[in-house]
């Protein structure tokens, strides 16, 4: 069965500093892949998602999301967070069928 | 569109009670999913439809467990009897068709069993 690992529980950062949050799955086959995101209170958003071609994929609110094949990730990033992207980042995966297989996820905090 | 409609939004009841949650998934797709997230195990998916039919149910915890999907617009996930370990938050998402689709949430009924 796939599954997929988030690396960090938490993340702490300030204003303007860049985010990266990796993900690991462990499929050997072909994957859709996705970042959705949850704001305090609210339900999951999609932020981006990779089905095919290029494996630099570029989502909403000044997202980013790099498919390394050969290392199984597809980690997210953004160049200069605000405070309003705190949030927790989930990556998901979809294999075989239409499962989507939730990592951990990963609790992102902001400070103004 | 209004997007995926869940209702309640908030149940508190008491252990043994019967707990029913409702979703209508956007109009016009055809899968729809249940997920449940806790602070301990995560996201996970509990079942999830095709066409009103029940696909794959392996994510269902145990028999007091049961969904139910009469129509395109409408399912339900029961609980009976409930249990304090069943305190959570209830996704419901659906999407449009297989292979490269976007899932879309509700916004969960966080459920409390005293």
């Known amino acids: 069965a796939q599954s997929v690992s988030q690396h960090n529980h938490h993340v702490i950062l300030s204003e303007a500093a860049s985010l990266e949050l990796g993900c690991n799955y462990s499929y050997g086959g072909t994957v859709n892949l996705f970042w959705y995101v949850q704001y305090p209170g609210q339900h999951l958003q999609l932020l981006l998602k990779y089905f095919s071609g290029d494996p630099l994929v570029k989502g909403i609110k000044g997202f980013e999301a790099e498919f390394i094949k050969s290392k199984f990730s597809f980690n997210l990033r953004k160049p200069s967070v605000q405070w309003s992207d705190t949030a927790e980042y989930f990556c998901a995966v979809k294999a075989a069928g239409n499962k989507l297989t939730f990592g951990g996820g990963t609790r992102v905090l902001v400070k103004p | 569109d209004a997007g995926v409609i869940q209702s309640p939004r908030h149940e508190v009841t008491e252990m043994g009670q019967e707990v029913t949650l409702r979703c209508k998934p956007i109009?016009?797709?055809?899968?729809l999913f249940w997920y449940r997230q806790t602070m301990m195990r995560g996201l996970e998916l509990l079942i999830y439809f095709n066409n009103n039919v029940p696909i794959d149910d392996s994510g269902m915890p145990e028999d007091r467990f049961s969904a139910k999907m009469p129509n395109a617009s409408f399912s339900t996930l029961k609980i009976q009897p409930s249990e304090p370990r069943d305190s959570a938050v209830y996704f419901c998402a659906s999407s449009l068709r297989a292979g490269e689709e976007t899932q879309y949430f509700g916004p969960g009924t966080r459920l409390l069993v005293l």
């Open positions: 109009s016009g797709h055809d899968y």
